[in-house]
């Protein structure tokens, strides 16, 4: 599949039913549109099954209550939906997106407990979301906005509108040479990147941000629980930028970005050693068990 995304052959599941790839539309009133209420799993299949596809889908249900909404399906309802649409666009390895969402209804304004809540799920086939930093490294640029306290924002969602300064911050990453950015949080610390979670080697043992402010990834519990069961030490805790000169290893963790290494940080640069090759050859290894 290649293309623009609104310009595919295909099938998308669209409140129930599956659709043409073309015909899964909405109105431009959509409410989602105007006031980010919406929310949304990234998920992987590999080899026909889609890996952790029910935890996505609880915590599509749960993102959907933080922004005081209720999707009208259950859990088990959105696997089969998303297994049919999988299927019937022939995929066994490929990237999965389900979205609910306040669509066109009988309010238009920041209020919308009138308007009907609409779920679609598409699938496409997609590589490595970092290109060839797989074997390279990655590089990231330092944000230059934020991620906000708890009492702003519902950190613990996956929704649309928490995702405006990811989208500002890659851009300008990319217009640096840079493959994404990382975010320090309200307080200073390390956060995480814009669509990944963030890891550090040190004398072998592995530090990453404690998940206080920001989304605490799938993939991040995956493979902490993996390295754990590994022997490996891991310090979940705050980490001061300024650390950042004391890491030898780095890597990245995200459903898109799986498990990446980076190789500079701004002017900091690390190594992609034999801990974060094992680590990202065994995460392959476990999601296509």
């Not at 790839?21 to 080899?47: C, I, K, M, P």
């Not at 066994?92 to 779920?119: C, E, F, K, Q, T």
């Not at 814009?194 to 080697?201: K, M, Q, R, S």
Request: aromatic share 10%; hydrophobic share 40%; net charge negative.
């Amino acid at each position: 599949m290649e293309g623009a995304y609104d310009d595919r052959d295909g099938k998308i599941w669209l409140d129930g039913k599956l659709v043409e790839w073309r015909d899964a539309q909405v109105h431009v009133l959509t409410h989602a549109l105007h006031y980010a209420s919406s929310v949304f799993e990234g998920e992987r299949a590999y080899n026909g099954k889609i890996f952790l596809g029910h935890e996505h889908s609880k915590r599509l249900i749960f993102s959907a209550g933080e922004l005081g909404f209720e999707i009208p399906y259950t859990a088990e309802e959105i696997d089969a939906a998303k297994d049919e649409v999988l299927k019937a666009n022939g995929f066994s390895n490929a990237y999965v997106r389900a979205i609910a969402w306040r669509g066109a209804g009988m309010d238009m304004g920041v209020a919308s407990s009138r308007n009907p809540v609409h779920l679609g799920i598409a699938t496409w086939e997609w590589g490595n979301y970092y290109g060839d930093a797989k074997t390279k490294g990655a590089k990231l640029d330092i944000a230059r906005w934020k991620r906000p306290s708890p009492e702003t924002i519902p950190v613990n969602a996956k929704a649309a509108g928490l995702y405006m300064i990811c989208t500002i911050s890659k851009h300008e990453a990319e217009a640096k040479g840079c493959s994404d950015a990382l975010f320090m949080d309200y307080r200073g610390y390390v956060a995480e990147a814009t669509g990944a979670n963030i890891f550090f080697v040190k004398d072998g043992e592995v530090h990453t941000p404690l998940a206080d402010c920001f989304l605490n990834g799938l993939t991040r519990q995956t493979v902490i629980k993996m390295m754990k069961e590994k022997g490996i030490t891991v310090h979940e805790r705050h980490i001061m930028p300024e650390e950042l000169s004391n890491f030898e290893g780095c890597f990245l963790t995200g459903t898109a970005a799986e498990v990446t290494p980076v190789g500079q940080i701004a002017d900091y640069t690390f190594s992609v050693g034999n801990l974060v090759l094992d680590i990202a050859a065994s995460y392959e290894a476990l999601v296509r068990a």
